[in-house]
Protein backbone atom coordinates (compact mmCIF):
# COMPACT_ATOMS: atom_id res chain seq x y z
CA UNK A 1 0.00 0.00 0.00
CA UNK A 2 1.27 3.74 -0.79
CA UNK A 3 1.81 5.66 2.30
CA UNK A 4 1.92 8.89 0.46
CA UNK A 5 -0.34 10.69 -1.40
CA UNK A 6 0.62 13.35 -4.05
CA UNK A 7 -2.83 14.53 -3.97
CA UNK A 8 -2.34 15.73 -0.30
CA UNK A 9 -1.40 19.60 -0.77
CA UNK A 10 -0.48 21.49 2.52
CA UNK A 11 -2.89 24.14 1.91
CA UNK A 12 -5.76 21.54 1.62
CA UNK A 13 -7.32 20.80 5.11
CA UNK A 14 -6.05 17.81 6.48
CA UNK A 15 -9.74 16.68 7.94
CA UNK A 16 -13.30 16.40 6.45
CA UNK A 17 -16.28 17.63 7.89
CA UNK A 18 -19.12 15.10 6.84
CA UNK A 19 -22.18 16.30 7.17
CA UNK A 20 -25.37 14.67 9.38
CA UNK A 21 -28.93 15.70 10.29
CA UNK A 22 -29.35 19.74 11.15
CA UNK A 23 -31.01 17.96 14.38
CA UNK A 24 -28.35 15.70 15.36
CA UNK A 25 -26.28 16.59 18.21
CA UNK A 26 -23.73 13.75 17.54
CA UNK A 27 -20.32 14.42 16.39
CA UNK A 28 -18.71 10.83 15.41
CA UNK A 29 -14.61 11.69 15.35
CA UNK A 30 -11.69 8.78 13.55
CA UNK A 31 -8.84 10.70 14.62
CA UNK A 32 -6.44 7.59 13.56
CA UNK A 33 -7.70 5.57 10.35
CA UNK A 34 -5.96 7.43 7.73
CA UNK A 35 -2.30 5.58 6.43
CA UNK A 36 -1.83 9.17 4.37
CA UNK A 37 1.80 10.58 5.07
CA UNK A 38 2.35 13.59 2.25
CA UNK A 39 5.40 13.57 0.65
CA UNK A 40 6.67 16.68 2.54
CA UNK A 41 6.13 14.85 5.82
CA UNK A 42 7.37 12.13 4.69
CA UNK A 43 11.13 13.09 4.29
CA UNK A 44 11.15 14.04 7.91
CA UNK A 45 10.87 10.08 8.94
CA UNK A 46 13.77 8.03 9.24
CA UNK A 47 12.14 4.63 8.37
CA UNK A 48 12.64 2.60 4.98
CA UNK A 49 9.28 2.28 2.91
CA UNK A 50 8.82 -1.62 4.09
CA UNK A 51 9.24 -0.44 7.82
CA UNK A 52 7.02 2.48 7.27
CA UNK A 53 4.32 -0.11 5.78
CA UNK A 54 5.09 -2.01 9.01
CA UNK A 55 4.73 1.08 10.98
CA UNK A 56 1.31 2.10 9.86
CA UNK A 57 -0.23 -1.85 9.98
CA UNK A 58 0.31 -1.44 13.89
CA UNK A 59 0.13 2.50 14.68
CA UNK A 60 -3.49 2.86 12.14
CA UNK A 61 -7.06 2.14 13.67
CA UNK A 62 -7.59 0.22 10.37
CA UNK A 63 -11.50 0.30 8.97
CA UNK A 64 -12.28 2.90 11.71
CA UNK A 65 -13.58 5.37 8.73
CA UNK A 66 -15.33 2.70 7.34
CA UNK A 67 -17.08 1.62 10.51
CA UNK A 68 -18.29 5.32 11.71
CA UNK A 69 -19.61 5.71 7.59
CA UNK A 70 -21.50 2.33 8.10
CA UNK A 71 -22.74 3.61 11.27
CA UNK A 72 -24.20 6.98 9.89
CA UNK A 73 -25.72 5.24 7.02
CA UNK A 74 -27.85 2.66 9.54
CA UNK A 75 -28.48 5.35 12.12
CA UNK A 76 -32.15 6.36 12.53
CA UNK A 77 -31.13 9.86 12.41
CA UNK A 78 -27.44 10.85 10.51
CA UNK A 79 -25.02 11.79 13.08
CA UNK A 80 -22.19 14.29 12.11
CA UNK A 81 -18.41 12.97 11.29
CA UNK A 82 -15.34 14.63 11.62
CA UNK A 83 -12.25 12.82 9.82
CA UNK A 84 -8.68 12.86 10.01
CA UNK A 85 -8.24 12.48 6.21
CA UNK A 86 -3.69 11.93 7.53
CA UNK A 87 -2.18 9.41 9.20
CA UNK A 88 -1.13 10.29 13.02
CA UNK A 89 2.92 9.85 11.82
CA UNK A 90 2.16 13.19 10.92
CA UNK A 91 0.70 14.54 13.44
CA UNK A 92 -1.33 13.30 16.11
CA UNK A 93 -4.15 15.81 16.80
CA UNK A 94 -5.51 14.25 20.09
CA UNK A 95 -2.44 14.70 22.07
CA UNK A 96 -1.57 18.42 24.27
CA UNK A 97 1.45 20.17 22.01
CA UNK A 98 2.65 20.60 25.38
CA UNK A 99 4.37 19.33 28.20
CA UNK A 100 1.10 18.05 29.66
CA UNK A 101 1.03 15.05 27.17
CA UNK A 102 1.79 11.91 29.17
CA UNK A 103 2.85 10.16 25.62
CA UNK A 104 6.25 12.58 25.98
CA UNK A 105 7.91 10.24 27.51
CA UNK A 106 7.47 7.65 24.94
CA UNK A 107 8.25 9.60 21.95
CA UNK A 108 4.57 10.40 20.95
CA UNK A 109 2.85 13.47 21.93
CA UNK A 110 1.46 15.57 19.04
CA UNK A 111 4.70 14.92 16.89
CA UNK A 112 6.04 11.15 17.25
CA UNK A 113 9.78 10.90 16.59
CA UNK A 114 9.47 7.26 18.16
CA UNK A 115 7.87 4.02 16.81
CA UNK A 116 5.55 1.83 18.23
CA UNK A 117 8.48 -0.34 19.24
CA UNK A 118 10.66 2.85 20.91
CA UNK A 119 12.76 2.62 17.71
CA UNK A 120 13.76 6.62 16.18
CA UNK A 121 10.41 7.68 14.12
CA UNK A 122 11.69 11.15 13.41
CA UNK A 123 15.03 12.87 14.66
CA UNK A 124 14.96 14.27 18.61
CA UNK A 125 13.98 17.52 18.16
CA UNK A 126 12.07 17.10 15.26
CA UNK A 127 13.47 19.77 12.65
CA UNK A 128 9.59 20.12 11.17
CA UNK A 129 8.14 19.71 14.61
CA UNK A 130 6.64 23.60 14.74
CA UNK A 131 6.15 23.51 11.13
CA UNK A 132 3.94 20.22 11.27
CA UNK A 133 1.94 22.07 14.86
CA UNK A 134 1.26 24.83 12.49
CA UNK A 135 0.03 23.09 9.03
CA UNK A 136 -1.61 20.67 10.45
CA UNK A 137 -2.52 20.04 14.45
CA UNK A 138 -3.78 23.52 15.22
CA UNK A 139 -6.22 24.09 12.13
CA UNK A 140 -7.49 20.57 12.98
CA UNK A 141 -8.40 21.67 16.63
CA UNK A 142 -9.72 24.92 15.44
CA UNK A 143 -11.89 23.10 12.76
CA UNK A 144 -13.19 20.26 15.58
CA UNK A 145 -13.82 23.36 18.38
CA UNK A 146 -15.82 25.14 15.57
CA UNK A 147 -17.82 21.62 14.50
CA UNK A 148 -18.56 21.46 18.46
CA UNK A 149 -19.51 25.35 18.38
CA UNK A 150 -22.28 24.09 15.42
CA UNK A 151 -23.66 21.33 17.31
CA UNK A 152 -23.89 23.27 19.94
CA UNK A 153 -25.72 26.35 18.07
CA UNK A 154 -28.46 23.69 16.33
CA UNK A 155 -29.15 21.51 19.15
CA UNK A 156 -27.89 22.93 22.60
CA UNK A 157 -25.73 20.14 22.82
CA UNK A 158 -22.90 18.46 21.75
CA UNK A 159 -22.20 13.98 21.70
CA UNK A 160 -18.78 13.54 20.86
CA UNK A 161 -17.54 9.76 20.07
CA UNK A 162 -14.18 8.65 19.68
CA UNK A 163 -13.61 5.98 17.58
CA UNK A 164 -10.88 4.31 17.84
CA UNK A 165 -9.23 0.50 17.87
CA UNK A 166 -6.33 -1.26 19.29
CA UNK A 167 -4.39 -4.25 19.47
CA UNK A 168 -5.41 -7.50 20.87
CA UNK A 169 -1.57 -7.86 21.95
CA UNK A 170 0.18 -4.98 23.83
CA UNK A 171 2.96 -3.24 22.06
CA UNK A 172 5.86 -1.00 23.94
CA UNK A 173 4.79 2.19 23.85
CA UNK A 174 1.79 1.34 25.63
CA UNK A 175 1.97 3.11 29.20
CA UNK A 176 -0.66 0.91 30.37
CA UNK A 177 -0.23 -1.92 28.57
CA UNK A 178 -0.25 -4.52 31.60
CA UNK A 179 -4.21 -3.91 31.80
CA UNK A 180 -6.88 -5.96 30.65
CA UNK A 181 -7.56 -5.62 26.89
CA UNK A 182 -11.79 -6.08 26.53
CA UNK A 183 -13.20 -6.45 23.11
CA UNK A 184 -14.35 -2.76 23.70
CA UNK A 185 -12.76 -0.02 26.05
CA UNK A 186 -14.72 2.71 26.91
CA UNK A 187 -12.27 5.71 27.65
CA UNK A 188 -14.56 8.29 29.66
CA UNK A 189 -13.52 11.96 31.34
CA UNK A 190 -15.21 12.50 35.45
CA UNK A 191 -16.45 15.77 33.63
CA UNK A 192 -17.49 14.80 30.14
CA UNK A 193 -19.12 11.52 30.41
CA UNK A 194 -22.39 11.45 32.12
CA UNK A 195 -23.68 8.49 33.48
CA UNK A 196 -26.42 8.25 31.20
CA UNK A 197 -24.49 8.16 27.65
CA UNK A 198 -21.69 5.37 29.59
CA UNK A 199 -25.03 3.35 30.25
CA UNK A 200 -26.15 3.76 26.90
CA UNK A 201 -22.41 2.51 25.53
CA UNK A 202 -22.54 -0.57 27.67
CA UNK A 203 -25.61 -1.45 26.61
CA UNK A 204 -25.06 -1.09 22.25
CA UNK A 205 -21.41 -2.52 22.80
CA UNK A 206 -22.54 -4.97 25.19
CA UNK A 207 -23.13 -7.89 21.99
CA UNK A 208 -19.77 -7.37 21.01
CA UNK A 209 -17.97 -9.75 23.77
CA UNK A 210 -17.35 -7.89 27.01
CA UNK A 211 -17.00 -4.07 27.43
CA UNK A 212 -14.74 -2.27 30.13
CA UNK A 213 -13.58 1.42 31.16
CA UNK A 214 -10.62 3.00 30.87
CA UNK A 215 -8.22 0.12 29.97
CA UNK A 216 -5.59 -0.03 28.36
CA UNK A 217 -6.70 3.26 27.27
CA UNK A 218 -8.56 6.05 28.60
CA UNK A 219 -9.92 9.50 28.87
CA UNK A 220 -11.44 11.14 25.51
CA UNK A 221 -11.53 13.74 23.10
CA UNK A 222 -12.48 17.16 23.85
CA UNK A 223 -11.78 20.49 22.26
CA UNK A 224 -9.57 22.66 24.85
CA UNK A 225 -12.16 25.63 24.90
CA UNK A 226 -14.67 23.20 26.23
CA UNK A 227 -12.42 21.03 28.66
CA UNK A 228 -13.68 21.02 32.02
CA UNK A 229 -15.45 23.99 31.31
CA UNK A 230 -18.77 23.11 29.54
CA UNK A 231 -21.16 20.42 30.32
CA UNK A 232 -23.12 20.92 27.34
CA UNK A 233 -20.34 18.74 25.75
CA UNK A 234 -20.08 15.01 26.50
CA UNK A 235 -18.06 12.99 25.20
CA UNK A 236 -17.36 8.65 25.17
CA UNK A 237 -14.18 7.26 23.12
CA UNK A 238 -15.06 3.59 21.80
CA UNK A 239 -11.49 1.75 21.60
CA UNK A 240 -12.55 -1.62 19.40
CA UNK A 241 -9.82 -4.47 20.24
CA UNK A 242 -9.10 -5.10 16.23
CA UNK A 243 -9.67 -8.72 16.79
CA UNK A 244 -13.54 -8.09 17.05
CA UNK A 245 -13.68 -6.62 13.02
CA UNK A 246 -9.96 -7.82 12.24
CA UNK A 247 -7.67 -10.40 10.77
CA UNK A 248 -5.27 -8.33 12.45
CA UNK A 249 -3.48 -6.03 11.74
CA UNK A 250 -5.83 -4.31 8.88
CA UNK A 251 -7.84 -7.04 7.19
CA UNK A 252 -11.34 -6.63 7.76
CA UNK A 253 -13.70 -9.77 9.05
CA UNK A 254 -17.61 -10.11 9.35
CA UNK A 255 -17.04 -8.64 12.80
CA UNK A 256 -16.86 -5.11 11.17
CA UNK A 257 -20.76 -4.55 10.06
CA UNK A 258 -21.30 -6.02 13.78
CA UNK A 259 -19.05 -3.31 15.18
CA UNK A 260 -21.02 -0.86 12.92
CA UNK A 261 -24.20 -1.40 14.14
CA UNK A 262 -23.35 -1.40 17.54
CA UNK A 263 -22.04 2.33 17.09
CA UNK A 264 -25.31 3.09 15.48
CA UNK A 265 -26.93 1.79 18.22
CA UNK A 266 -25.40 4.12 20.32
CA UNK A 267 -26.16 7.21 18.19
CA UNK A 268 -29.80 6.17 18.10
CA UNK A 269 -29.67 5.98 22.00
CA UNK A 270 -27.73 9.61 21.77
CA UNK A 271 -30.13 11.41 19.91
CA UNK A 272 -33.22 9.89 22.45
CA UNK A 273 -33.05 13.14 24.71
CA UNK A 274 -30.09 15.05 26.61
CA UNK A 275 -27.34 13.08 27.97
Do not use: K
Request: glycine share 6%; charged share 25%.
Amino acid sequence: MDTTDSSVQDARPSYRLLPGDAASPVLLHVPHGSRVVPPPVREGILLDDASLERELDLITDAHTQEIAELAARSAQMTPWRFVNGLSRLVVDPERFPDEREEMNAVGMGAVYTRTTHRRPLRPEPPADGPELLEIYFHPYAAAMTEAVEDRLAATGRAVIVDVHSYPSRALPYELHGTGSRPPVCLGTDAFHTPGALLARARAAFGTLGGVALDTPFAGTYVPLRHYGEDPRVSALMVELRRDVYLDEPVTPTPGLARAAAALARLVDMCHLRAT
